[in-house]
Structures are given as C-alpha cells and as structure tokens.
C-alpha cells in the first residue's frame, strides 16, 4: 500500500494534473521492467497532461483519472471549489504559491461561501488540496483522495500482468472533463478500441456496502449500453468474483465523457465502493480493493 | 396504424434499444422489396443499436431516436426515472428479469419518489416501461411512446418512396443522448451531409394546437441556424403543406446534439405536437401525421 | 473607435449571425489590403456563418464569437431570452419581420416573463436585439454589445501586424456554443494549431476594476491547463503590459467548448472587464482595450 499513499499524496487538482504525471511516468519507467510485458507510453503536448499505456493488441481500455478536487484561491481570502468538496470546518488544506509553502485551515461564512485562513495572503488562483493523512488499518484504507488515486493503482496492479489493453490517465474528471473525448479518439482511431472500463471509486449507499465486493455500476447520471454491462456481470459470475450491482440516479464519471462523444465506446463503471466520498476521510474495505484488482484483471482477458 | 402500434409496443428504453433495433431490421429487410428504392442498410458493433440507411446520393439526413423513456429498478422497491416520465399514480409497468415477466404498479412517496408495487422483489437493473394501451380513434391516436415511435414510422413511411437521403434511428435520445455525435461523424465524413430533419414529437401548448399541421420548430433550448429554417419554411409554403411554427425556450432533441457536434450540421426539429406528452396517454391528430409525412416527403426533395 | 460602433450595431443575434458574417467579410476584404500580412479567408457552408482567418504558420488561435444576446418572440406578446440578457423594463428593442422594421418596448409580468409592447403583432420567431446607443466618452465607451463586438475589434486590430496565427470569428457563444467543435477540428487537423486566446470580455467583480490592465482568467466556470495559463502570465509580465488576474467560479466562454472538444487544446480567457454586463450599457475603460490589443499582440509573437 506504499505505492497507494504516494498516489494520494501527489498535488495534483483538476487543470493541474503535471505533477501526477511526472509522477506516473517516473513510476511506469522503472516498473515496466518487471512487467510481464512492456507497454508503449504516450504523453506530451498532444495529451496534454494524460497519459496511455499500449499493451499488445488491445479490445478495451482502463480510464483512471488523475485529478483530485480541491479549492483555487479568489479573491481576499475566498476559495472557489474544484469539483465538489465536501469537507468539514478546520480542514487543514495545502499547496503553495510565490511566497512558498501552505499550510491553511478552511472555514465558511454565513452564507456557506469557503474562505482560508492563514498568516498572509495568499497569490490568486493558487489550488489547495487537502492534508493528506493515510491510514492504512487492518480492514480499512482512510485518506483523502482514494477517488481516485485507488483507480490508478488497480490501473498499475493491472498492468504488472496485462497482455492486451490501454490504460489511460485522464485529466478534469472532478471538474466538467475535458480530455477524454481526444484521449477516446486517439485510441479509438489507432486501435478501433471501443470497449473501456471506468477505473473509479463509487459510494458506499443503501445497496452497496464496505466489504461485498468490487460495485459494478449498472447506471449513474448515465445510462451505459445494457448489453455491455451484462456482458462484463457476466464475466464476474463466470469468474466467481465478489462483485455488488450498483443502480443510481446520480454522479458521474469518464464515462459520460465516452458516452458523449463522437466515438462509439461502450463503457460501463466498475469500481470500490467508499464512504465519507470527497472528504479528507474517503474510506474503502481492503477486500473491495482486492476484488477489483481480480475483476479488471479478468475483464481484460475476457472481454 | 398496424405499424404503428407495433413500434409502440417495442419494450426499448434508453441503454436497451437492442429490441427495436431488431425490430426494425426485421421490417426493412422485408419491406424494403416494396420500396421504390433499396437502401444502404449500416449497423452492427460500430454503430452500437442504431441503424442508418443511405438512399442514392444523400444530401439530408432524417433523424429519428429509438429509445423511450421508462424507469430502472433500484434496491428495494425503488424505481429511478429513465428520461423524464411524466405518470399517474397507479401506471402499469411492464418488463422482464431473471424470474420472468413483469407487470407492476407505479406509486410515490410523500417526497414523490417513485416505487413500484409487485408480488416479489424485482431484479436490480431491470428497466421497466409503461403497458402499452393503443388506441386508433377517428381524429386522434392515443397511445404511450408516440413519442417517438412516430417519428420512427414517418421515416419508414418517407422511405418507401425517398431517392435521396439518409435516415438516422438513434439511441439515448431521452437520457442525455450520446449516439448523435458518432453517427454524425459517419454520414458527414462519409457522404458530406450536413442538413438534418428531426422526426420526433413536439407539445401542444398556447401556441400550437391538434390538427393545425406538422410544427416547425423555429427554437426549443437550442437554437439551429436561421436560414436553415428559413427554408424550411419556405419548402412548406411553396408546397402547400398545412403547418405550424413553434417557439420554444425549453425541449431538446437530437438536434442539440447535432448542434455541439464537431462536424457544420444545420438541424431542424419538424414534427407533429402531441397532448400528455410522457405518460402513457400520448395524443396526435392523425392530420397532423398526415402532413408530417407529406412535408417530409418534401422536404426530402428540395432542401 | 468607428469600426467599434459599426459592429456594435450589426443585428446578429445567436443562430442568426448571417449579418455580422457580412459586414466582416466586407470589412476584411477591404481592410486586408493595408494589412501587413495577408491572411487567407475560410468561409462558407462548410463553416456555417463562422469566419476563420490564417496568417503564415500559426501556432495560436483567437477565438472572438460573432452572435450576441436578445430575445425570440413567442406566442402573443411573449418573448424568450437569447442567451442571458439581463435589461431593464422599458428597454428599446429592435428588429425586422414580414410587416417591416420594428422598435418596441421591453417589459416584465409578475412572473417576471419578458414581453413586448408595441402597435401590432410581429411574427412568431423574430429575433429582437437592444437598440444600440454607442457613447464614446474620455475614459470608457458604453454600448450595447460590447460583449463581444470588443474581442471582434482586437481580432481585427491584432490582425493589422499579426504575422502568424489564426483567428477565428465563432457563432453561438451566448446560448450554448455549436461552431467552436468544428472550429477546432479544423484548425487542429489543418495546421496542428491547439493553443487559444479567447478575445471576449469579463465582469468588473470584487477583484478586477476598470482601468488597472487586460485581465487574464485563470478560471472561470470551467478550469484551464495551469501550465498555459502560467505562460500567458509569464509573456505579460515579460512585456511589460498592464493585466489583473481573474479567477471565478461561474461563466463561460468559447473556451467551454475547446475544452470539451475531442481536440486537445490549451485556452485562455484574456479580455477586458466590463460593468453592466449583458443590459444594453456595458462599459469598459479604454486603458483596458488599450492593453487588450498590446498583450494579444505579444501574446501571438510570444507563445
């Protein structure tokens, strides 16, 4: 679980995703060696700050987001939120600026409007994330920023045995999107990659709970293919993974973005669920973690 | 009507067209003997469940969405809105799971959350959609999924005697879309057109009333190019079709996707206006259906 | 300032931008000739009522949309917004329809809907625009339309000595964009170009007043690529020229739509501020578009 708190710890809100990619690459680029094949990498301008991993001859792709919510800096001492926190009065939040390092206590106003506080001011537009602190416990995994740095590290578990696929980091998943349409063309236009599976963390609700499986979600805001999700709840069955259906009315991820787009993905969520979602206290059960990581590695074999 | 009231009685909500796809394979495949002129028929994986014919050297394309609205069962008796269902208390849903056929009731909570009530419990994910009751009056026709199992059956009827031209069945039209854009890009990269008629339904309101004629759409939330409706107009008057404006600020349809679309579409929504629009009580003038099919027809000819 | 006023008073509302597309393909093919560099013209079906101009090797694009806000008549009286305009009651309101040239009178039921008062009836779906008053005073110009017949007048100006880039004349901006996808398509695919400056103009807030420089947004409802934004600051503060940094959690622009778009383009909002946004007396300082054009000038050397 080393490698999970690093991805947590990485600064990295949505707009500003560089130093997760830095980090990524840093990590493929040793690690590819002991990969049971090595993938080709692409990064630079033209994806701005995503990046793909090509394994073989791939039919489907793993989308992991690499950006986090958090808070950009306004005016006085306002703060705009990125994405959609959800955290409590004296949340420590850090990041830095032209003066240095940060290291801030969050309050809101009567009218439920963010502001910091701290010793000076601090430059407009600089993000602020959360303090990370990681608890790694006998049952559970505590941090901020499990959604979702917990979907890059089933993406990276995956890819240590991978034969066949992409694996795709994307940027501003918390924030509107942004990048996945040109990520799904290039993959789509080189390698008529139209399946992907969206490597993200879910909720703990009323149907699903800590403990009974990896959730694979039948709808959210969105309403993927039918056949398609039956095809991979299928394959869970097949493979005798713990596995929970999820149905919701609410939430999103890269998948609206595929669904949208003008590329013919199928796409369906299938993911951990937490609790106490865009906290500095996201919480997921270790068995939901392994059932995940066993899913996906199945679901690239056989789908 | 017989064809009518079958597209009707398609069970193809949002994420499930698969059944209306095979339905209207089916019946082109057979029919299209009759017609003056033998289609291009295209479908399969790369176009998801939808189905596009092309007609001689096509330079107009008709767009007609496949799905419907209806509900997806959630936990426990819980339902979720697929699009947006409009029904009384005491609707009858239909559909099928792994226990077999269903035929429940719909009720609400005191914070109007939809439920269904039914002998047992209901498999997660099973999406359910409203008892079709078809009615073929003198003037009217009364039914669920006019909406827009009518637009289908214009197209079908404007391809009996087409020449030139596309015609679109698309998916997710009622839940957030995501197939316009794909089969956007294949006709206009394919064939270069650009012009579309969106067959769907409209609303009778204070300004476009039963039997008064088809509805051109001068707006709905999105606003299609002027000139484009211009001539629209112009075709209807020249030819003598009994038509209706519309102007509306809110309804969207394929055209919107049309509109954000990376590809130079001019899209106007033409169609018949229907009372109850969303329940299970759709009611068009038969007149307006007439001339709905009469301006196509038109249309088809001289944009 | 004349070329400012006469774009001002083009009636070019959003989806009906035909007009403004005249009078700037009039304009350029005068204009052109005085031009240090001149540029090749894109136009036609292809682009809709959009414009594209290409100078040398570009590497950049401005972005500046063509339509503006307004109002579509309805059923009786009624009226619709086009876009967000925001006037008072009393407003004067001009147009055309069948019957001839219209000035009416703006004004608001109970219910705060908006309709129109005037000696007889005008057609269904004409579109009515403020009746622009343009004061050209020391400090600030006020006018109706400001927004953004501006960022049209610091294209044209920046295209006086630009040597390479684009520039591109959008159409929809103000209710709901539609051009900018294929906008982008075809400037990416053509020339590679996938960096943007939206020329358009902010809100005088809490945190940007007239007078102190361009501003430069680091965010508004949408977040750009940091590391683009930082550039942009960087060449400002390089050049010397007098900028205020915005970051906002609400609005929009062209910008919304390069975002989303299955290209992969880094933007930027850099505009002047304005008071009284999108009521018929937006005001700007002059210092303001005096900066405007000097970064945009740079900005295209430099980036």
């Known amino acids: 679980m080393k490698l999970l708190k690093q991805l947590c710890e990485v600064h990295a809100p949505s707009g500003n995703e560089g130093p997760m990619k830095d980090f990524l690459l840093r990590y493929i680029q040793k690690e590819k060696k002991k990969w049971k094949n090595a993938p080709e990498i692409f990064h630079g301008d033209e994806f701005q700050d995503c990046i793909i991993l090509k394994f073989g001859k791939p039919r489907t792709a793993i989308f992991a987001h690499m950006d986090s919510i958090g808070f950009t800096v306004r005016y006085q001492n306002q703060l705009l939120p990125i994405g959609s926190p959800d ?10 600026d032209s003066k240095g390092l940060i290291e801030c206590t969050l309050d809101f106003d009567r009218d439920n409007h963010a502001f910091y506080k701290f010793g000076r001011t601090i430059d407009r537009g600089t993000e602020l994330t959360y303090k990370v602190n990681f608890r790694n416990g006998k049952q559970f995994i505590e941090s901020a920023y499990l959604d979702d740095r917990l979907g890059i590290y089933n993406a990276l578990r995956v890819a240590e045995t991978l034969k066949d696929g992409v694996i795709v980091f994307s940027c501003w998943e918390e924030h509107g999107g942004g990048a996945v349409p040109y990520l799904a063309k290039f993959i789509y236009e080189n390698w008529k990659v139209r399946q992907a599976l969206i490597s993200d963390i879910t909720w703990v609700s009323d149907g699903v709970e800590h403990g009974k499986g990896v959730a694979i979600s039948m709808r959210d805001r969105n309403i993927p293919r039918r056949s398609f999700v039956n095809k991979i709840i299928a394959i869970a069955k097949k493979r005798k993974v713990r596995f929970q259906l999820e149905v919701e009315g609410m939430g999103s991820s890269d998948g609206r973005e595929l669904q949208t787009s003008p590329y013919p993905f199928d796409w369906c969520f299938v993911g951990a669920p937490e ?7 996201e919480k997921v059960h270790k068995d939901d973690i392994d059932a995940m990581i066993e899913l996906y590695q199945w679901l690239m074999k056989d789908l």
């Not at 609790?275 to 206290?281: D, K, L, M, N, R």
Request: proline residues 12%.
């Open 87 to 96: 955290p409590e009065v004296g949340t420590i939040l850090v990041g830095h």
């Open 275 to 281: 609790q106490y979602a865009h906290t500095p206290h």
